[in-house]
């Protein structure tokens, strides 16, 4: 069955820097999303993306975010400059058609922690 | 404000015990409703969805849920669970509207005892 794969599976980071999480979406689904899971909390939206553009972000998705497909199978999910709070479990999901009727298929997550 | 709820944090079930995970939802109208599980190392999976229609619900892997417009609820159950049922199940809602965005509750721990 496929599915939606995401690299790495835990990042460490010192604050300030830069990170770049990766993710794979099934191969012929055509929107994406990010979501993150801070310790403790609620699964929170960030982002979608489709055509190659930001459909909607959430108030979480700052200037200090960003997000592109690079080629036919990547999407990632760029930070600028990390924070002490950006320590989050990070989830990528990706769906067939862009309602909320298609089923989100999400990813194991990446870790990242920052210190 | 929009919201849903999970009330129980953990929840701790023999294996072939029934079990049952609340969930309620507070929006302007009915939202789509989801339940999806986590299993350790695991992205979430899909259990089961409601739009419309039917208020009980079946899924993957023996679960239900049932949509209770009156309460707000949309509780899952599994009548007889496994060891491999050990999992964090969410809980999540979705406007009705061309909306992509899911929102998640705070999520279940399912902890199954032999």
């Known amino acids: 069955e496929p599915e939606v794969t995401q690299t790495p599976s835990h990042q460490v980071t010192q604050m300030g820097q830069e990170v770049i999480l990766r993710c794979v979406p099934i191969?012929?689904?055509?929107?994406f999303y990010w979501y993150r899971q801070i310790l403790g909390q609620k699964v929170e939206f960030l982002v979608s993306?489709?055509?190659?553009?930001?459909?909607?972000k959430s108030e979480i998705f700052d200037d200090q975010f960003s997000v592109e497909r690079p080629d036919g199978s990547n999407f990632t999910l760029k930070i600028r400059s990390t924070k002490l709070e950006d320590s989050a479990m990070y989830f990528c999901?990706?769906?067939?058609?862009?309602?909320?009727?298609?089923?989100?298929?999400f990813g194991p997550g990446t870790r990242l922690t920052v210190l | 404000a929009q919201s849903v709820t999970q009330p129980d944090i953990h929840i701790t079930v023999s294996e072939g015990a029934s079990l049952e995970l609340r969930c309620n939802y507070s929006y302007g109208a009915t939202p789509y409703l989801f339940w999806y599980v986590q299993s350790p190392g695991q992205g979430l999976q899909l259990l089961l969805k409601?739009?419309?229609?039917?208020?009980l619900v079946q899924g993957i892997k023996g679960f239900e849920a049932e949509f209770k417009r009156s309460q707000s609820s949309f509780n899952l159950r599994k009548p007889s669970v496994h060891w491999s049922d050990a999992a964090e199940y969410f809980c999540a809602v979705a406007p009705r509207s061309n909306d992509y965005k899911l929102s998640f509750g705070a999520g279940t721990t399912v902890t199954v005892r032999a």
């Open positions: 999901a990706s769906s067939g058609g862009g309602s909320v009727a298609d089923t989100q298929y």
């Open positions: 191969s012929n689904h055509l929107y």
């Open positions: 993306f489709y055509n190659n553009e930001i459909s909607e």
């Open positions: 409601y739009f419309s229609g039917d208020t």
